[in-house]
T-cell receptor, first 112, second 113 residues
Framework: SQQGEEDPQALSIQEGENATMNCSYK?????LQWYRQNSGRGLVHLIL?????REKHSGRLRVTLDTSKKSSSLLITASRAADTASYFC????????????FGQGTRLTINP | DTGVSQDPRHKITKRGQNVTFRCDPI?????LYWYRQTLGQGPEFLTY????????KSRLLSDRFSAERPKGSFSTLEIQRTEQGDSAMYLC???????????FGSGTRLTVV
């Protein structure tokens, strides 16, 4: 079974609004990553947050990590139609970053 | 080198046939991964190479699946005696620590009819 679970499974908002997606995981991790996937395409790496970090920013993205609750959130500010995609969180295990375990994703739709 | 390349983009095959997919990673990346993704789900790990060594295989990788990475460069994933349940997107990714994150290819979509 997959480690990460995203919430909500689908989110539809108006352009310009902020979008927040949540991810929960089960085991201890080295880092947590967020990826974006446009329909029928490969995944694009957005941001990585390490287990000793609590918050990280990249452009319009803000990621938080709460290791005590085993959860993370991805905030996209001032959304654009081009942000329409599926967003996945992925975690690696303490044994090393040999592989990532992905959640089921959040399908984000930005309405113009 | 513009990224991870996968070939073919789409493959339709009849049940029982063998198929082979190719992945060309970013040249300086020593780690290569294969994932499978079905509709509405996240990618599931299949196998991982460091250089030419296959270091981990998922339980999802039945004996009909085999992957190679000769000389630590490109990789191939072969599925023998395909079944309808093999229909999925097969994704390849590469990485090279300490670079953050994976670089994914666009995937090969397999349809078994």
């Amino acid at each position: 079974s997959q480690q990460g679970e995203e919430d909500p499974q689908a989110l539809s908002i108006q352009e310009g609004e902020n979008a927040t997606m949540n991810c929960s995981y089960k085991t201890s991790i080295n880092n947590l990553q967020w990826y974006r996937q446009n329909s029928g395409r490969g995944l694009v790496h957005l941001i990585l947050i390490r287990s000793n970090e609590r918050e990280k920013h990249s452009g319009r993205l803000r990621v938080t990590l709460d290791t005590s609750k085993k959860s993370s959130s991805l905030l996209i500010t001032a959304s654009r139609a081009a942000d329409t995609a599926s967003y996945f969180c992925a975690t690696d295990g303490l044994q090393g970053a040999q592989k990532l375990v992905f959640g089921q994703g959040t399908r984000l739709t930005i309405n113009p | 080198d513009t990224g991870v390349s996968q070939d073919p983009r789409h493959k339709i095959t009849k049940r029982g046939q063998n198929v082979t997919f190719r992945c060309d990673p970013i040249s300086e990346h020593n780690r290569l991964y294969w994932y499978r993704q079905t509709l509405g789900q996240g990618p599931e790990f299949l196998t991982y190479f460091q250089n030419e060594a296959q270091l981990e295989k998922s339980r999802l990788l039945s004996d009909r699946f085999s992957a190679e990475r000769p000389k630590g460069s490109f990789s191939t994933l072969e599925i023998q005696r395909t079944e309808q349940g093999d229909s999925a997107m097969y994704l390849c990714a590469s990485s090279h620590p300490p670079i953050d994150g994976y670089t994914f290819g666009s995937g090969t979509r397999l349809t078994v009819v």
